[in-house]
């Protein structure tokens, strides 16, 4: 074997193990003391509903609410704390979960959540719900768990945060 060749098999054993770390990341856990203000305007999205419509709704005021600071992360820093019936747009998939029967644009949602989490929204999801509800391997790997829904929504106001809930 030449040295090319020892090289390339060196490489190609050496990612084996971190492919498989990257495809079987857990999402990430905070404490209430990682909850921080990060810019000048800080908000929190409250979402605890069990209607997609509404949810989509919350989504496009985000986005509004993110245009009159030139979707700039250092201008406004928005979180959507999500609990109860709410945390079922954080999944993957809702088989095997109550809302299974649901028919949830699951695609629509996400692809409109991956673009805000460009301009540093940030998705918590209520860590009693997950682990009554057992959706932690269901979550998408973007949800960050926060100990308590309503916890982290009474935390971040103390420390500032605005709060926004749709109707």
Same mark, same amino acid.
């Given at each position: 074997?030449?040295?090319?060749?020892?090289?390339?098999?060196?490489?190609?054993?050496?990612?084996?193990?971190?492919?498989?770390?990257?495809?079987?990341?857990?999402?990430?856990?905070?404490?209430?003391?990682?909850?921080?203000?990060?810019?000048?305007?800080?908000?929190?999205?409250?979402?605890?509903?069990?209607?997609?419509?509404?949810?989509?709704?919350?989504?496009?005021?985000?986005?509004?609410?993110?245009?009159?600071? !030139?979707?700039?992360?250092?201008?406004? /820093? $928005? +979180?959507?704390?999500?609990? %109860?019936?709410? @945390?079922?747009?954080?999944?993957?998939?809702?088989?095997?979960?109550?809302?299974?029967?649901?028919?949830?644009?699951?695609?629509?949602?996400?692809?409109?959540?991956?673009?805000?989490?460009?301009?540093?929204?940030?998705?918590?999801?209520?860590?009693?719900?997950?682990?009554?509800?057992?959706?932690? !391997?269901?979550?998408?790997?973007?949800? /960050? $768990? +926060?100990?308590?829904?309503? %916890?982290?929504? @009474?935390?971040?106001?103390?420390?500032?945060?605005?709060?926004?809930?749709?109707?």
């Amino acid at each position: 074997m030449d040295r090319r060749n020892f090289f390339k098999l060196g490489a190609a054993a050496m990612s084996v193990p971190l492919v498989n770390t990257v495809a079987s990341a857990a999402n990430v856990r905070l404490s209430f003391d990682d909850l921080k203000k990060e810019a000048k305007v800080n908000v929190i999205y409250h979402a605890d509903f069990p209607q997609e419509k509404r949810f989509k709704t919350m989504l496009r005021n985000i986005t509004n609410h993110l245009s009159v600071y !030139d979707f700039d992360p250092f201008k406004v /820093k $928005i +979180v959507v704390v999500s609990h %109860g019936a709410g @945390a079922k747009f954080l999944l993957k998939e809702l088989r095997g979960t109550k809302w299974e029967k649901e028919p949830i644009d699951q695609k629509a949602l996400k692809t409109k959540m991956e673009e805000l989490l460009q301009y540093g929204v940030e998705f918590y999801v209520c860590g009693i719900t997950v682990k009554r509800a057992k959706l932690a !391997d269901k979550l998408y790997d973007f949800a /960050k $768990i +926060v100990p308590s829904g309503v %916890g982290t929504v @009474a935390h971040l106001q103390t420390i500032g945060y605005a709060y926004i809930k749709v109707q």
